[in-house]
Each structure stands twice: as C-alpha cells, then as structure tokens.
C-alpha cells in the first residue's frame, strides 16, 4: 500500500479518515474531551498533508449515534481541539455530505483543514452503502486512510470510499501501526513475551492461537486468569469464570506445551468480597477461597512477569491485569507498564484501552516502543485477519 508521503497533495482536496472516537464528559454545562491521545495520534498525518499544500478534509464518527444527528455525539469539541493542538482555525461542517459541505470544502485553500461532522449521523456509513460512499468521494482526489481504530469495520468512510477515489494511501498512524503490529506476527526478536489481560477467554482465543507458535512465554492476568486456573483445578472462589470456556483453556495450554511456549498464570492475588472501591481485600494463593474472588495479580505474580519480561527481545501487552478502574486494584496492571518502561533492550507495542491508560497513567508512554490505537482492530490484526480499511488501500 502507499503510504501518504509518496502522493502529489498540493492543491489537491485530501480526503483524511482519522479515529476521533473519543471519550467526552460535559463540564460545567459544557462537553469536553477526558482523553486527546486519538487527536494527537491523527496530528502527525494532519500536518503533513497541511504542509504540503493539501486541502485537508478529516472525517470520522464518534460515539453510536444510531445513524441520526445526535448533538450530544457531536464533533464539535474535537474541532476545538484539534484547532489548539494545530494552531490554526478547523471549521466544523455542518453534515458530512450534502450542499453545505460541498460549498464549505470547494472553499478550502491549500493548507486548510475542515473537519466533516459525525459520519455515524448516517446509517449509510455502518451499511457501506455505495451512493453515500460515492457521496463522501466527491469531495476528495486522494483518499488517505488514517483510522487504525475503525480499520476492521467495512464501513464506507473506511473501505467502500476506496472504490470511487483512484489515489489512496495510508496515513502515518496507519503505517506505524501496521509496521509494529506487523513485525509480531513476520518475525519478531526473540525471546518473544506477550502479556494478554482483560474479562474474557473468548475475547483473546484468537490472537493467542495466532501467536503460540511464535512466542516464548505467556502471561496471562485479568480475570481471563481465572478460567485457565479453574482448567487447572486450583480453586478460583467466586472470581469471574468463563464456563464454557474451561475446556478450551486446558486445550489452549496443552498446545503451549506442546510448542514449547512457557505460560505463567498468576500464583497469588489480591482477592476482595466484592468487585467495588473499599471492599475488604486480601492477598492469598494459588487459590482463591469461596466467597472471595480475584481483582488483580498479586505481589509475587507482579514480580514474575517482571522477571519474564526484562528477559525479553520483544513485549506485546494487550489487556489489564485486575479491575484497573479501581484505584486500589490497579497495581498489577501499574507494575506491568513499569515493567514494560525498563524493558530497555526489547521492542514493546502496548494495545488495548486500560493497557494504554496504564501506561500514561504511569507516566511511562514515552518509553514504550509503539502504543496501539486499535482496540478490536489491533486484536483482529493479531489473530491474522484480513482487515478492510487496510485491504482498502491496495493497489
């Protein structure tokens, strides 16, 4: 695919697919934006084309608006934004397609920057439909797809545009993004470390699958944990279990096994009488006892998959190690960013929402070889799937 720094942009209308899914909050009657980390991400890509002379014309969606024009999942705080971090106007349009927008971007001088309105206030963006594809086309001569995020959604901003714009190309995020998360699955440095958390077995079946026959070890936290354990036997009390999935967890280990993959599964925990700030806690292990359930690894477990990953050439983290959003159960996840941030000699690619939270709420992102933008997006890359926004932008 190509890559935006290889397109002729002067003069001509670039047409930006970023991901300004944002979070939002209002304030003081007012909507802001809790987390710019997608905003800044997109600015690299954004400032290219602004300094090659494009016309620059962002869309994305925010937020499930159910194909209807929803102020509350409005734009227009992220085009504040995105003007202060840029330094220059970003006029909101008023839809994404239609008159107004049409006007508003034949307007547009070389080095200008419109932001379009929430794509998702169409249901035809969600259904791909080809006439709202063709609509979105007419306002670009290059289509340059920066949403890493929305890229395994064939919607039409992310795939069905490609067919009515004959210059495409991905945008830098995009490249970065398919660059690292490409490197794990071609051959990454040895020994290879992933690290995968989160609720749910069925979640990360197929990513670790896809990476069994190239890792050296696998850490497994979260309450994920708990069902590997139970397909242990060792006793989990009340911690969250995926029942159904106990079978496939002990066939998940015998094939690591089998394959020479070493898998660490936590073997003491903070456990609480209930999954709440201020609940009583304790440390215990390996099992948990009834009543109890798990919210994050414990003391020696931390130290162990320290151990294992400043061993490592190469860390891949998706997923947090307990119930990261409660202060008091968010120091196994705080100690394996730490972990990550001294792992001086290995390449680390940190993915998933409460991995990346974890690392800047450690203050440690600056020290992360690559964080992922893409939540199911990064996990579908990983499992091995095709995704449309990138297959979008071949040829």
């Given amino acids: 695919m190509k890559i935006i720094d290889e397109l002729e942009l002067t003069g001509k209308r670039a047409f930006v697919r970023v991901d300004y899914n944002v979070p939002l909050a209002s304030r003081d009657g007012r909507v802001e934006i809790t987390d710019d980390s997608r905003i800044r991400a997109s600015l690299p890509t954004v400032r290219y084309a602004i300094e090659h002379g494009a016309r620059v014309v962002l869309a994305s969606h925010l937020g499930r608006p159910k194909g209807k024009p929803d102020p509350a999942q409005s734009l227009a705080p992220v085009a504040r934004r995105l003007a202060e971090l840029l330094g220059k106007p970003v006029p909101l349009a008023p839809d994404c397609v239609g008159p107004e927008v049409e006007r508003a971007v034949a307007g547009l001088r070389d080095g200008d920057v419109l932001l379009l309105e929430n794509l998702r206030f169409h249901a035809e963006e969600e259904k ?24 395994h959604r064939a919607h039409a901003s992310t795939a069905g545009i490609a067919a009515f714009v004959p210059v495409r190309a991905a945008g830098l995020l995009m490249r970065d993004e398919v660059r690292h998360l490409g490197q794990l699955l071609a051959g990454a440095e040895r020994p290879f470390v992933a690290i995968l958390g989160g609720a749910k077995v ?15 070890a696998l850490l497994i936290g979260g309450a994920m944990a708990y069902t590997f354990l139970r397909a242990q036997g060792i006793g989990v009390g009340a911690s969250r279990v995926e029942a159904d999935k106990v079978d496939l967890a002990r066939e998940t280990l015998a094939k690591a096994a089998k394959r020479g993959a070493r898998v660490l599964l936590p073997t003491d925990h903070v456990a609480a009488r209930k999954p709440e700030a201020g609940a009583e806690s ?11 359930l798990g919210v994050d690894i414990g003391p020696a477990t931390r130290a162990a998959f ?29 100690a394996v960013a ?47 799937r095709t995704l449309p926004g990138i297959a979008a932008l071949d040829g």
């Fill in 128 to 151: 791909n439909d080809p006439g709202f594809a063709r609509a979105l086309a007419s306002l670009a001569d290059v289509w340059v797809n920066d949403a890493f995020g929305a890229a």
């Fill in 338 to 384: 730490h972990a990550l941030a001294d792992a001086r000699q290995a390449t680390t690619v940190v993915g998933g929402g409460d991995s990346v939270a974890a690392v800047a709420q450690a203050g440690v992102a600056d020290r992360i070889t690559h964080i992922s933008t893409g939540g199911g997006a990064s996990l579908e890359f990983l499992e091995g």
């Fill in 306 to 334: 320290a151990r294992e990953i400043a061993g490592a050439r190469t860390v891949l983290w998706n997923g947090p190690m307990g119930i990261f959003e409660i202060p008091e159960f968010a120091a196994g996840t705080v």
């Fill in 202 to 216: 069925s979640d990360k079946i197929g990513v670790i699958e896809s990476l069994l026959p190239k890792i050296d």
């Fill in 282 to 292: 304790k440390v215990c292990g390996p099992a948990i006892d009834a009543g109890w």
